[in-house]
């Protein structure tokens, strides 16, 4: 369990020259995804590892409003989300059999920066046009992590062998991997539909 604030503040369009309704506003919320234990026992230790909670805090700006006599509707929001101990996925070895399989691992701070836009539009009577695009710039900013390679040598300094078999080392070698791009994230989308009913 957490406990997880949230405020927003909003201005209410209420018609004019720009819009016919709509409001702006100001966001800022908290979240958490919960912690749990790891499925590779832990390379150095040989226990099961336990990652930690995530935890997010979301600033996000935005306008929501209908245009041309309600015939346009146009959602945007600019955001960042700062995580602390985000559970990202790498790769584990069984130090006792060198099996290989998924561990999840805690990158200490990252975050994500971006833009969404959304926009309905109803030109004729009956045709529905949609559009969405989102831009999406991620990093993590500070994570430690071990990485696995199996070698027939000994492994350098910063590295803990498991010999798995005669002369075949499994080594953990501790990883800095700041800096580096989020997984799985993309940097841009697009969406295009057209309906006529």
């Not at 920066?113 to 993590?140: C, K, Q, R, S, Y």
Request: hydrophobic letters at 35%.
């Amino acid at each position: 369990d957490d406990w997880n604030p949230m405020a927003s503040i909003q201005y209410l369009f209420d018609g004019g020259e720009a819009f016919d309704n709509g409001n702006a506003y100001i966001t800022i919320a908290t979240g958490f995804l919960s912690g749990g234990l790891s499925e590779s026992l832990d390379f150095i230790t040989g226990e099961i590892p336990v990652y930690k909670p995530e935890q997010a805090t979301n600033y996000e700006i935005g306008v929501k409003a209908d245009a041309l006599d309600s015939t346009l509707r146009l959602n945007t929001a600019v955001f960042y989300t700062q995580y602390d101990d985000r559970q990202l996925t790498g790769i584990g070895v069984n130090p006792t059999n060198g099996t290989i399989s998924s561990v999840t691992n805690n990158a200490a701070k990252s975050s994500i920066a971006g833009l969404e836009v959304e926009a309905l539009w109803l030109p004729v009577t009956n045709l529905d046009i949609t559009f969405n695009a989102t831009f999406n710039h991620g990093n993590i900013e500070e994570f430690d992590d071990i990485t696995v390679a199996v070698t027939g040598e000994l492994p350098a300094a910063d590295c803990t062998p498991a010999e798995v078999g005669p002369g075949t080392f499994v080594d953990g070698c501790y990883v800095d991997r700041s800096d580096e791009d989020l997984p799985g994230l993309p940097t841009q989308t697009y969406y295009l539909a057209a309906q006529y009913f």
